[in-house]
């Protein structure tokens, strides 16, 4: 067998069963209050708060460790305009007929339309990128492995982040997205996955019944 190089684990702690039980429901509580939001405010945000949620994603497990993603952190007025104007153009097409009526009907109850204001006013915006070719520097081009797994992984971390730190968010993935690759300046070994907005709530923020409504336990876990 191959030898590869280890480290000792000694940043694990083990928790009494107790405080286990304890720590998940905790956890589990401050989870259920995250929601997504569709009106910010403008209020700023320290860039020192985005750039520890980002690490935080970097951590993520992903496939090799070649960590396939990059994060493009706006918060440029004009970038951050370009960004709203591109996004509007395509979901007008997007609710004018290119989706279908069967997911236009599953979006009513969501409220949901072309118009993106947030895209402007939140303070952050997170353009999350996958990358088809790379290693564990920048300067690498090997093949990724498990992409949209590793990068799907990371981006549930980097929302986590951004609530466990006292913000709101909101996915969003326009389709197509690779007008944010013009935008962001990356190169066609990126493409665009999602992109984040993050911010406070605005005061008359809301969140949709139909968006509170979540599976009980026994529709999406079986114990076996």
Known sequence: MQKHDCDPLTDFI???ADEMLRRSEDFYN????????????DRPVDRAIIENCIKAAGTAPNGANHQPWH???????EIKRQVREQAEAHERGFYEGRAGEEWLEALKPLGTDADKPYLE????LIAIFSQKKGGLTIEEQNTNYYVHESVGIATGFLINALHSAGLATL?????????????????DNDRAYMLLIAGYPAEDATVPHHAQIKKPLNDIASFL
Do not use: D, G, V
């Open 14 to 16: 083990e928790y009494p």
């Open 30 to 41: 401050n989870i259920k209050r995250r929601h997504s939001i569709r009106k910010f405010s």
């Open 71 to 77: 994060f493009a952190a706006i918060s440029s007025p």
């Open 121 to 124: 006013i939140a303070p952050w």
């Open 171 to 187: 996915t969003h993935t326009p389709k197509p997205m690779s007008f944010l690759n013009k935008i962001c300046q990356r190169t």
